[in-house]
């Protein structure tokens, strides 16, 4: 059975968004799954603390092919084992994703601000969009394992919509559909929705596309993937009334805490973001400013 089929004690997750203190582990890998394009690496971390959706974490092999190491979201947790969904584009992270078994590996986390759920599912609650583009999925298998440990019940109603290249990079939305078949298992309404750009899979489409289709009003939307899409998510989600997003960035990372300010980033108002330090996740509002609704 996959890693990400795992069906054990679900996760339990801190509340609200924020971070705990974080440590650094020397752990070793434990399991690493081909997804298509993409890559699932499973890092055993002895006395690991319990991650929230949308934290990351810095990863470095033991010797590393790069100085710096490498930040990802946390896919997935199950107790001291945390996995990661990783796309191999460089040599930091082709590295990883061609570690074996026992392999060691440095883990410093968990790192950041995530979705902070207490806000995601607070009263009146619709439902729950997560949108997803490419590697972008990453933080929601840990995120529906949230919900289904905090949240399932008929009450609950998460719609999931993934966008990728084509359908190799669809692959890695596998541990996304494994979560929320989990979740579904506990009684919640989760429909998971895919567009591929090559139209591989169904249609030629963007995952702008599928939320254009879907959304409503009230929806709350929690958003993963590349700034372009994300811009483009926010410009869909305002067409609809009483939606609110919260938006975790990608950013190129060294330090992880805010001390490089590497991962600069601009908000509506003029100032700086680091993205590390003060997300990864915002809200839209404060990336893309309020505006005239259209």
């Known amino acids: 059975m996959p890693r990400y089929e795992n069906r054990e004690s679900g996760h339990e997750c801190p509340g609200r968004g924020s971070r705990g203190k974080a440590v650094r582990v020397f752990g070793w890998v434990a399991g690493s799954e081909r997804l298509g394009s993409l890559s699932w690496l499973t890092i055993h971390a002895p006395g690991f603390p319990a991650a929230g959706p949308g934290q990351f974490v810095l990863l470095q092999p033991e010797p590393p092919a790069c100085f710096l190491p490498r930040a990802f979201s946390v896919a997935g947790q199950r107790g001291e084992e945390i996995s990661f969904l990783i796309s191999p584009v460089g040599p930091g992270t082709k590295q990883l ?34 949108v997803g583009g490419g590697v972008g999925a990453a933080p929601f298998p840990l995120l529906l394992d949230c919900l289904a440990t905090s949240a399932s019940g008929p009450d609950l109603d998460v719609l999931v919509l ?49 939320l254009a289709a879907e959304q409503r009003q009230g929806d709350r939307l929690a958003v993963c993937g590349p700034q372009a899409m994300c811009e483009a998510v926010w410009q869909t989600a305002r067409e609809a009334s009483g939606l609110s997003c919260w938006f975790s960035l990608e950013a190129n990372m060294a330090c992880g805490v805010g001390s490089c300010h590497g991962c600069a980033s601009l908000r509506a108002d003029g100032s700086l973001a680091l993205v590390c330090r003060d997300g990864p996740v915002f809200t839209g509002e404060s990336l893309y400013g309020v505006g005239e609704q259209e």
């Open 97 to 130: 994703t061609n570690l074996r078994e026992h392999d060691p590996v440095w883990i410093t986390g968990p790192l950041g601000n995530g979705f902070d759920m207490d806000t995601l599912l607070a009263p009146p609650m619709r439902r729950a969009v997560l």
């Open 162 to 210: 993934l966008g990728f290249r084509n359908s190799s990079q669809a692959e890695g939305g596998q541990p996304v559909r494994a979560a929320a078949a989990r979740l579904a298992a506990g009684g919640a309404s989760c429909r998971i929705e895919i567009a591929t750009e090559d139209g591989s899979i169904g249609k030629a489409r963007l995952v702008t596309d599928l």
